[in-house]
């Protein structure tokens, strides 16, 4: 029940970095969100809860067992709990020195 | 006009303390009144304030105002329908750059509105600090500041909302960049003749871009196609400023003005990392968090049984006193027999309410107001996934042990009927207080504390194969989880109370009643010797099916009235004493009739109480659920029991 964390799929993104999806962005390093993709029922309760392209969001935590992933974006100072299948929809670039 | 109970609606997104805030006004109230909808609810109250009535309508929390989500559309069909004379928008203070969003979107509506900035104390530990007349001045109406839990600024709120009320000062809505202002007049200008005006033209132009590809859209093309084509053009044209759908253009508008807004009312100054931050990181630990979880859990049942029964017996004293005072007095008249029912119902209620429900309810209310629940919904997610559930359906679960009661009515957070059945299906089969004292009482006591145990994971076994079943039934297309974290904090007593108070009046209303009526009409069916005949009728299943003693048929019934009544009544229809019993029965029919009575059916309160929550239904699904598995597992356990 209690899987092993895993972090070796994570991508090494260097220091200026390219995209990748929410779920493969390294932890505690501030990113930014390049595309939300997905359904549009998933695309605008996103924007709802006040997440945007745009924005800058840092990957904290995630539960076990493929759990979800916490996201808390700098930005708007919300975190929020995201189903695997989301957080791969979310498109992410590490942010850039000006835009921390 | 001043005649006129002037209405005004509370909105806010979720978590901003709307419905403590409400509530706290709600204090003088004249009156109130509950009308429970199918998914969602409001809450509607007449609030006497300085000699003059408001009627005020607590609204679900909502993120936004595009029909998407049930809550929302409860929202907007409440503003389009009664057209309030005032908003009164409620705003977590401490997340204001995100909450202005939804402010943005209210002021297009050009309704008087008054702007809450409740949880001002959260604010300032979080390092900000909003100057109110600077936020007034950008958004055009007045602004408050409140402690909702405290009680602070409830006057004030009041006589701005009296002041806003008198003056009607309507606000103008927000200006978004001038390429898209184009293109809204644009659609303003073309809006049909004939198209129902919502608020105002504006407002109602910014809703039909944005309802690209939802309801609205389907309604403006099968009545005017022509009208259709201008505004997907139109659409397109925003879409191409951005890149994106034209609805993501308008919210990204609101978005940038939001924090803009923010940035230029606000002063923000890093706070240092509070005991309560590094709490919060050991409780979502992915590995330490889940050892806290069984910690807390367990400990909040141990309090629970550890407080619990020893103020049942206490608090179920007297009225068998009373009931043997009546047995002495009348002897076993019908008088007597329907009094010792009425005794019953009542002193039944009493000892459920006090020793299990409200402590249950404090501790509950405790992790809710702490953001506690939400964390452990984002801990377990995973699991519940396989059992074609949502990590939202975790605190139902967690109340259920205490009373399925309180489960149930919690159903009602769960975006989707779907979700919402399933959950109301599976908490009758989660072992409450009730239950778990006939599992002690029987198992632990008369076979030891490892069957009991044993039982309880057999138990949850059974859940999880009813859920994978359920899982089949019901078509399973969860979306995934998107679920907001509040931040942690300490809760007030007060709230807490608060949400007791409701669950407990909603008890004392619906549920109880029906308790005192059935034990009555128990009683009358025993003076009648109808037990007999019960057990008669009976005898096919309890000792045909199950190989258990006939006279243990008519304990079922009143199981259904009340689980541990099935104990109570199995000593009294087997002729013996608690140290005797083993004497009389074996290790199996001991089993198979603890199993049978865990989940023959849901009793009286929880039946009436899916009833009224989710229809007549799911309540008889629920029967026949219940029935089928307690019948299929009883007998299991009596073949697999006898061969050892």
């Known amino acids: 029940m209690f899987g092993k964390k895993n972090n070796n799929h994570k991508l090494d993104m260097g220091p200026t970095g390219g995209l990748c999806s929410l779920l493969e962005a390294p932890e505690g390093e501030i990113l930014k969100i390049v595309e939300i993709r997905g359904g549009q029922g998933l695309h605008r309760r996103l924007l709802a809860l006040g997440f945007h392209p745009g924005d800058l969001v840092t990957l904290e935590n995630e539960a076990l067992m493929n759990g979800p992933v916490l996201v808390k974006n700098l ?14 929809k979310i498109t992410v670039e590490v942010a850039t020195g000006d835009e921390r | 006009m001043n005649d006129k109970v002037p209405v005004i609606v509370f909105i806010g997104q979720p978590n901003c303390g709307k419905s403590t805030l409400f509530n706290s006004i709600a204090g003088y109230k004249a009156q109130t009144s509950n009308f429970p909808g199918t998914t969602v609810t409001h809450v509607h109250s007449e609030v006497l304030w300085k ?49 202005l969003e939804l402010t943005l979107e209210l002021l297009e509506l050009e309704y008087p509105m008054v702007v809450v900035l409740n949880m001002i104390d959260l604010a300032r530990k979080k390092g900000i600090t909003i100057n109110p007349e600077e936020l007034e001045k950008k958004l055009g109406v007045p602004v408050v500041k409140t402690v909702a839990t405290r009680g602070f600024g409830t006057d004030n709120l009041m006589a701005t909302i009296e002041n806003a009320l008198k003056l009607k000062i309507r606000p103008t809505a927000p200006h978004y960049s001038r390429e898209v202002e184009k293109r809204i007049a644009e659609v303003m200008d073309i809006l049909p003749e004939d198209f129902p005006v919502v608020a105002n033209k504006r ?31 139109l659409r397109q044209e925003i879409s191409a400023l951005r890149e994106a759908p034209a609805y993501e253009v308008i919210s990204a508008e609101r978005h940038h003005l939001a924090l803009k807004i923010f940035e230029d009312c606000c002063r923000v100054t890093r706070p240092k990392i509070s005991a309560i931050d590094k709490l919060d990181n050991l409780i979502m630990d992915p590995v330490l968090g889940y050892f806290f979880l069984l910690v807390i859990f367990a400990g909040m049942f141990y309090l629970i049984f550890k407080v619990g029964s020893p103020l049942e017996t206490w608090l179920l004293q007297p009225w068998e006193t009373i009931k043997s005072t009546i047995e002495n007095q009348f002897g076993h008249s019908l008088l007597a027999e329907l009094l010792i029912g009425l005794v019953q119902g009542i002193g039944g209620g009493i000892a459920i309410v006090f020793p299990y429900f409200i402590p249950l309810l404090f501790l509950m209310g405790f992790l809710e107001d702490a953001g506690y629940l939400a964390r452990a919904s984002f801990l377990l997610d995973a699991f519940m996934h396989r059992l074609g559930l949502h990590g939202k359906s975790v605190p139902m679960f967690i109340l259920g042990f205490g009373c399925n009661v309180p489960a149930i009515m919690a159903t009602r957070i769960l975006e989707s009927r779907r979700d919402r059945i399933v959950t109301a299906l599976l908490i009758p089969f989660v072992p409450c207080a009730a239950r778990t004292t006939i599992i002690l009482a029987l198992i632990a006591f008369l076979l030891g504390p490892w069957w009991a145990l044993g039982f309880y994971f057999f138990n949850f076994f059974v859940i999880a194969i009813l859920a994978l079943i359920l899982k089949r039934w019901f078509k399973y297309d969860s979306p995934g989880l ?41 009683s009358l069916l025993s003076y009648l010797q109808f037990d007999r005949v019960i057990n008669a009728i009976l005898s096919p299943l309890v000792s045909g099916l199950l190989g258990l003693p006939q006279s243990l048929g008519v304990t079922l019934i009143f199981g259904f009235l009340r689980k541990e009544l099935s104990l109570l009544m199995m000593f009294q229809a087997l002729g013996v004493g608690y140290g005797q019993l083993m004497a009389v029965i074996t290790r199996t029919q001991l089993l198979t009739f603890v199993t049978f009575v865990t989940f023959f059916i849901p009793c009286l309160s929880t039946l009436s109480v899916l009833w009224k929550e989710l229809g007549k239904k799911v309540a008889l699904m629920s029967v026949v659920l219940n029935l089928s598995v307690a019948v299929v597992v009883s007998w299991l356990i009596r073949l697999v029991s006898s061969l050892f």
């Open chain 2, 203 to 233: 407002f109602t132009a910014v809703k039909a871009i944005e309802g690209e590809m939802l309801a609205v859209d389907k309604f403006i093309s099968e009545h005017n196609l022509a009208f259709k084509r201008e505004l997907d053009r």
């Open chain 2, 51 to 99: 000699g003059k009535i408001y009627s005020i309508v607590d609204l679900p929390g909502t993120y936004s105002l595009s029909p998407h989500e049930p809550q929302e559309k409860v929202v907007l069909t409440h503003i389009f329908k009664e057209k309030p004379d005032l908003i009164v928008n409620v705003i977590d203070a401490s997340l204001l750059g995100r909450s």
């Open chain 2, 482 to 522: 998107i679920l907001e974290i509040p931040s942690l904090k300490v809760p007030s007593l007060k709230s807490i109370w608060q949400k007791i108070y409701f669950n407990l009046k909603e008890f004392v209303r619906f549920a109880w009643p029906i308790l005192i009526a059935g034990s009555i009409l128990l």
């Open chain 1, 75 to 88: 930005t708007t100072d919300t975190r929020i709990a995201l189903g695997r299948g989301i957080a791969q």
